[in-house]
Structure formats: C-alpha cells, structure tokens
C-alpha cells in the first residue's frame, strides 16, 4: 500500500486546515486509514483513524477539533483540523492498517500553527 499526504502548511492558532492523504495499491487489504504526528519533542503519536464502514476513533485532545473521514471510491482519507494550537505543529502521517496488522506510512506533511 502505498500512501501520499499533502495539505500540510502554516497556520495561525485558531484556524483550520485539512489534511489529504491517497492510497494506492493494494488498498483492498485496508482496514484503518488514519493519521499519526511527530514533533521535534514527541514521539509518533496516535491521532486519529477510520475504518471500513465509517467508525471513527480519535485521541482525546482532538476530540472535538479534528475530524476524519474516508472515501472508498477515491481510495482517500481526510483530516480536517480545527481550533488549531500551537501544539498541534507537527509532522503529520497517514496511515493504513491492514487486515493482517501490517503498517503502512506516508511521507509526512507539515503543520505548523503560529501563535
């Protein structure tokens, strides 16, 4: 599975920005899209994710701001990012997980919210 996610820029703290991500491949063997962030002081953490059918999970501090979605037919995953913070810059990931619990990643996008 192959993974490509653009989107990504400047931002003052506040605003919103959506995130993209297309999936080629073998994309029938997705069953999570979603996305995962690293900043210069954190590890890769968890953001958010979609599975097949709709049912979406998020981390607690995006609960409320940001919001996923999926489109099968376009084989796309969307983030969309609002009441951005300060600490929410970050380079953003996509993610696939597959039935078989294999991980695939995207080249990261950057975010970055001013104060």
């Known amino acids: 599975v192959q993974l490509q996610a653009f989107g990504g820029g400047l931002v003052q703290a506040g605003g919103s920005l959506r995130l993209s991500c297309a999936a080629a491949?073998?994309?029938?063997?997705?069953?999570?899209l979603g996305w995962y962030r690293q900043s210069p002081v954190t590890q890769r953490t968890f953001v958010a994710s979609?599975?097949?059918?709709?049912?979406?999970n998020y981390a607690d501090s995006m609960k409320g701001r940001f919001t996923v979605s999926r489109d099968d037919a376009k084989n796309m995953v969307y983030l969309q990012m609002d009441s951005l913070k300060p600490e929410d810059t970050a380079v953003y990931y996509c993610n696939a997980l597959t039935r078989d619990g294999s991980h695939y990643w995207g080249r990261g996008t950057l975010v970055t919210v001013s104060s």
């Open positions: 491949g073998r994309v029938y063997t997705v069953d999570a």
């Open positions: 979609v599975i097949t059918g709709g049912f979406a």
